[in-house]
């Protein structure tokens, strides 16, 4: 169940007429064909331990939904102000009553031509929901935890660096500026530095490299480490970050231990 949790959720939105899945901010989500979303699929979301969906819900259903079964409903950032829900999927909540309320979600924005050509749900092998974060996070995986290792070690090297959580990542600062970040981009483990924009060109030619969504027109790279992390290059990219971050203090700091 664990291993297939995904393509249930797949399962439980796909069968709608005109549906389809795209990738928004590294996280699968479901659409009526070229409209709106109705569902996004979203897996420990800023370290808030939750594999969930959130919901198109109508209006009332959010409060209805949250209050009578806190457990396995709850408010999600971002779209819970405009009354969509939040559907917990490792709380042990049936698989059929997840259908419905995607089903619900999807009859909320698509046209209702669309919507007279719903038939009957499939049924979903599974009578409930239940995953383990470690297998479906790779941020909560022993890949992760030694990746982390590592990063600690060069970080720690770095006169005045400490280590920090930011919007659920963990993330290295020198001062008040972070310099690092390790984060779970889409599926894959990444290790995040600023190298300039005039670098982001170089480094891509490399597939192991990609400029990552929101900070990236800042001169920011991601490496992906999911697999392999060279220490010497990583060193490298973290103390090219650290000083374009850095007091001047600090640096000077840097040059007299060195």
């Given amino acids: 169940m664990a291993q297939n949790i995904q393509q249930i959720v797949r ?18 989500n479901f659409r009526v064909r070229g409209g709106k979303t109705f ?11 939750r594999i969930a969906l959130w919901l198109k819900a109508p209006d009332g259903a959010q409060e209805l939904c949250v209050g009578a079964d806190p457990r396995n409903f709850f408010v999600p950032p971002y779209v819970g102000v405009r009354g969509w829900l939040g559907v917990r999927l490792d709380q042990g909540l049936a698989w059929r ?7 619900e979600a999807y009859e909320c924005v698509a046209p209702s031509a669309l919507c007279a ?11 409930a929901a239940r995953a383990s ?5 790779p941020m909560c995986s022993a890949r992760a935890r030694a990746v982390l290792k590592a ?20 993330v290295w600062r020198a001062g ?10 889409g599926g894959r483990l990444t290790l995040c530095f600023w190298v300039g924009v005039d670098r982001q060109g170089l480094l891509t030619s490399d597939a192991r490299f990609r400029i990552p969504p929101y900070m990236g027109h800042n001169g920011w790279i991601a490496l992906d480490v999911t697999d392999h992390l060279d220490g010497a290059e990583v060193g490298a990219l973290a103390l090219q970050s650290y000083r374009h971050f850095a007091l001047k203090r ?3 700091t840097g040059s007299q231990s060195g």
Wanted: hydrophobic residues 40%; proline residues 6%; contains cysteine.
């Fill in 151 to 170: 990063l600690r070690r060069i970080c720690s090297a770095l006169p005045e660096a400490c280590e920090a959580a930011q919007f659920g990542h963990p």
């Fill in 250 to 252: 600090m640096l000077s």
């Fill in 39 to 49: 569902a996004i699929h979203v897996i420990n979301h800023h370290g808030d331990g």
């Fill in 133 to 137: 974060m470690r297998e479906l996070d």
């Fill in 11 to 28: 399962d439980v939105c796909l069968w709608l007429p005109e549906t389809e899945e795209f990738l928004s901010h590294g996280a699968p």
């Fill in 97 to 103: 009553r997840i259908a419905e309320r995607v089903r």
């Fill in 117 to 127: 050509r719903i038939g009957a749900a499939p049924s979903v092998r599974g009578a």
């Fill in 176 to 185: 008040k500026r972070t310099f690092a970040w390790v984060r779970n981009d």
